[in-house]
């Protein structure tokens, strides 16, 4: 009865498929407040400690679940992008504090983001004006693709100077899938550059996946930029690129997409410590007694 009751609340007569199910969008997300913020950890190859986490979004939708980003991302307006952007990168900014409240004071989040929305957002002023204001956050990492940013490097180099005034940082997603990466690697603005994860499937037997690793860890070392290895799925595939230098993984091997609730918990459980729990005013608490003068 409920699943009916929610399907009835969710349905869109005049937005439905051939199959009589209804369209998800991007747009109707937000509009509905479906979207959620999902964190991916990410992890010391060598020490295995959680080091910091990707956002990620997902569609809770009441009929059908949890929807991947494939179910409603393709087709999205330029608009509704932006605004799920700008959606993201405030509750990351905000998210940081229940990092250091579990102990992990020192986790750096980062955010997808499409190379355009540091044209038509104002990302440097938004991060200003949502940072935590503790001394010891560690900034934020925005990361976009290769393809995306090297259509326009003048753009690229001028958001990274501002991003370096708030203490953040500009990722290169998904490196090695386009074609000039190599050559032109020196005229990126990064700080960290993640490997795609066609590169670390089954690099350990792979000896063209291993070759390419190695070269990208090494360019990265002499540009002094962190590697981050996407798509870890098997310990031989861990103990490779730990092997090769790489210095930071990603992958369900430690770890999938969760929601925001188990990811804090997660961290928790690697921190050992409790978060504080919140004060409770109490009206039928007697007063305390005021001390007066003689």
Not at 31 to 49: C, G, I, S
Not at 112 to 125: S, T
Not at 279 to 287: G, L, T
Request: charged share 25%.
């Amino acid at each position: 009865m409920l699943k009916q009751i929610r399907s009835l609340l969710s349905r869109d007569d005049d937005d439905r498929g051939p199959d009589g199910k209804p369209r998800v969008t991007l747009q109707k997300a937000l509009d509905r407040k479906w979207l959620e913020v999902w964190y991916q950890p990410k992890f010391d190859l060598a020490t295995r400690k959680m080091v910091g986490a990707e956002a990620l979004v997902r569609v809770r939708h009441p009929e059908h679940g949890v929807l991947a980003p494939f179910a409603f991302l393709p087709g999205a307006s330029e608009a509704a992008m932006l605004a799920m952007t700008e959606r993201v990168i405030g509750e990351a900014l905000r998210d940081w504090e229940h990092c250091r409240a579990v102990g992990a004071p020192e986790l750096k989040l980062a955010v997808n983001v499409p190379a355009n929305a540091f044209v038509r957002l104002p990302i440097a002023r938004m991060i200003r004006d949502g940072r935590p204001r503790s001394t010891e956050w560690p900034g934020l990492i925005l990361e976009v693709t290769e393809d995306q940013v090297m259509n326009d490097l003048d753009v690229a180099n001028e958001v990274a100077a501002e991003l370096r005034s708030q203490n953040c940082g500009l990722a290169v997603d998904d490196f090695g899938a386009g074609y000039s990466s190599l050559a032109r690697l020196r005229q990126l603005p990064f700080t960290e550059l993640k490997i795609d994860r066609a590169y670390v499937t089954d690099c350990h037997t792979d000896r063209t996946n291993a070759g390419m690793l190695e070269t990208i860890v090494e360019l990265a070392k002499r540009f002094d930029l962190k590697t981050v290895a996407e798509g870890i799925e098997t310990p031989h595939e861990s103990h490779k690129l730990q092997g090769i230098g790489c210095v930071v993984g990603q992958g369900y091997l430690f770890a999938k997409p969760m929601p925001k609730d188990q990811f804090v918990a997660t961290l928790q459980r690697h921190t050992g410590k409790r978060a504080p729990e919140p004060s409770r005013w109490n009206p039928f608490a007697s007063a305390p007694k005021l001390r007066t003068g003689t």
